[in-house]
């Protein structure tokens, strides 16, 4: 480990080559970099979880760490190569003073040249993270909903911002999910009339698996609210019963089917690094995030929800908000169910529909980007 | 209930833009014959477990065991238990063994008794009432082939061969594939008479490991390497496999086997056609085996198999800093047993991509270290603008994919030494693939089994390309076997004179792997 007070990116790329020359391997594969932009109090964490998930992607990791305040801008650096973990190269970078508002400044310089760049922000993250000057250094930019002080309001933020690349580790946290539940349909099973998400109050996840299950069935599928940890059950509604997956203490999955003994799966509340190996290991768009967003923003807007107070009048701002979107909900949980063939010019056609009645609710129709344009919705209806 | 066969196609929630969905295998269960054996314990149900703890496994799946034991099921739970805690790559998880331990079930007898398979059909049966299986079963024959035979005929008289409904049954073999071409044919011909081709499932453990897909993926999707994969650049190429280890406690299995049928005739050829095969059609299971079956249907042999062929017995020597005994003095082992512990042969491919280039195939045991890889290495560039002295310490250029240990790609190429004189001298440079023991790089044999779980054959050999193995080296055997006493080799070292010989003259020396 070296440290580097009051230094420059270039030395600390220097500090970088220097000590893997030290090592005696001039050649590292690196097959990505990692830049994770975090304050002291997640940063620790973080840095474990990703020299994890750096066994099974070998990464350069940087990790930039903003400390606005007074004082002279001032870089201080920790650079640490190989080691006995298995870590590939990390860069710990504290930014002081107004260098704070310029870590891409800093990262820029460091990245492993012509190989991917992945951003992570494992605690507060900027709302468009594309159009954040790191985010925009990235081919993929990772935040956590979950992490931040109001995660449904993040959620809902994540909607408005969400460009190709985007991921949230709340959709992360659901891959075991969706994979059981998944598995379940692939199983013979009765028509599905609709379904019911429990979940710990204010989880992400929760409300982007039942919008997820929602646009995928074509069936309306309530948030109930439980007392977690997590995700406690979800319930898909057939006329011969339910289908349930419930996992009441975060570990063992129990699985109900009509006319079938009760099973049990693992199913564990996921560990940071296996989050963030499973995104490491795509670079490319998640269509299917991005399209689940698309149906949180319209679930949001007018859930089906159970309790009819919060309904009402949840629906009825909402409603004012973007006529559209909600007519085309309501539309949707009216259909009788049946499995949604999904053809590749049907989510063409989704978007641009959404574009249309955003721009039909901004009535000044302006040019600009898909997510700018909703968001900008969004304010002037504000 | 079921009224027509469900296709996970129409499964609304699956999509595949949505790669992070795994599969999860069906409801089923995997029936384990010989499960004292060492395969069963160190491998098999471990990864089992693993599967359990990474999700893969449908819930209330079963594991049933089957041996001349007079276990009851926890007994044999018990045995699971200490396989797991010992050798499971995962963690252990108590909520999950427990799960597992729930479908755990026992079956004692002999494979002669008619009331043992009645037992066990039985007890699969109430197993599709008690654990929801619906009838779906793999058998998985982790026993001597001598004994292939009695099982799938009881297999077939007890019922449990047969399944109604569109619920699958399975058959899983390991090698050996017979001994040669014809026992070859009569097993696959015993199998076949019961359970049809596309429900035998050949496990061949190393086409399991990343590497070896790896490798597909570095030919054809890559367009670097493609343009000189042929005989116009390729001089010649080299595919090890060599392990530091003796027979160990396999005296019973070896002797009488050999080197050649144990490893050349399934691992090494199997490289060799993946690496010599043209591209295929697509990546499925059909397109793949047409080339692969057509790349080995290209291999002649030498003229000479005295001059082309070279074989060993390792003896007493130093190995790694240890004293270790020679073949001929390992216990179980006849002090004139002429079974080789080191074979290398050299194999051509008939085909106009590699006309002229010989293949090098060799495997031993006591070797120098444990490694396997496949170096395709390249001729020599036709001219040099260099003077013959700084091109002196230039060898030939090659890459090399390691595929254990330490799984990855080097490359070997020609580079100036650094100073103010013209020297141009050999460097390796050197991909390695992520840390190969993380939850989320599979082992292969939790990969093949989850893979007959689901019914995804492309990495399984169909008996096709086993015969076209045979086919191979029967004549290589036969010649061998004339021969007598194969020639001894100090453990440790790299194998016998005449392996060396034998490149020596082609004008080729072996690589150092």
Known sequence: MRRLDDTTAAKVAEAIDYERFLQGSSAVSRVLTLVIVADETTQADAVRAAAEAAREHPSRILVAIPRPGRGPARLDAEVMVGGADGLGEL??????????????????????????????????????????????????????????????KTLETRCRGYQDGDTDLAWTRLTPWRALLAANLDQPHDPISGGTVSVQKGNPSGTLLAAWLQMRLGVPVDLKASKGPGITSVALHTARGDITISRPDGGVALISRPGMPVAEAALHRRTTDGLIAEELRRLDPDEVYGETLDAVHHYLADPPASQPAARSSKSLASRAL????????????????????RTAAKPAAKKTAATKKTAAAKKSAKPATKPTTRSGARKAAR | MRTRIWTPTENPLRDPRDRRLPRIAGPCSLVIFGVTGDLARKKLMPAVYDLANRGLLPPGFALVGFARRDWADQDFAQIVHDSVRDHARTEFREEVWQELCKGIRFVAGDFADDQAFDHLSETVRDLDRVRGTQGNHAFYLSIPPKFFGDVVQQLKRSGLSVSEDGAWRRVVIEKPFGHDLESARELNHTIGEVFPSGSVFRIDHYLGKETVQNLLALRFANTMFEPIWNANYVDHVQITMAEDIGIGGRAGYYDGIGAARDVIQNHLLQLLALAAMEEPLSFSAKDVRLEKEKVLAAVTLPKDLDLGTARGQYAAGWQGGQPVIGFLEEEGISPTSTTETYAAVRLEVDTRRWAGVPFYLRTGK?????????????????????????????????????????????????????????????????????????????????????????GDPPLFPRHEEVELGWTVLDPILAHWAERGQPEQYESGTWGPQSAFDMLARDGRTWRRP
């Open chain 1, 322 to 341: 973007t006529p559209a979107a909600s007519a085309s909900a309501s539309a949707k949980a009216t259909k009788p169910a049946k499995p949604a063939k």
């Open chain 1, 91 to 152: 860069a710990e970078l504290r930014l002081r003073g107004p260098l704070a508002h310029h870590v891409a400044s800093v990262v820029l310089p460091l990245l492993v040249p012509d190989a991917p760049v992945v951003v992570w922000w494992p605690g507060q993250s900027p709302e468009v993270p594309a159009e954040d000057p790191v985010g925009r250094l990235a081919q993929r930019r990772i935040t956590d909903a979950a992490a931040s002080a109001r995660p449904l």
């Open chain 2, 366 to 454: 006591r070797l120098g270290r444990r490694v396997t890889e496949l170096a395709v290495v390249f001729k020599r560039a036709p001219h040099l603008p260099f003077s013959a002295t700084d091109t002196e310490e230039l060898g030939q250029n090659a890459l090399v994919v390691r595929v254990q240990p330490d799984e990855g790609v080097t490359m070997r190429f020609g580079s100036k030494v650094p100073g103010t004189q013209m020297e141009v001298r050999d460097v390796n440079m050197d991909f390695a693939y992520g840390d190969a023991f993380t939850e989320h790089s599979p082992e292969a044999y939790e990969r093949l089994i989850l893979d007959v779980l689901l």
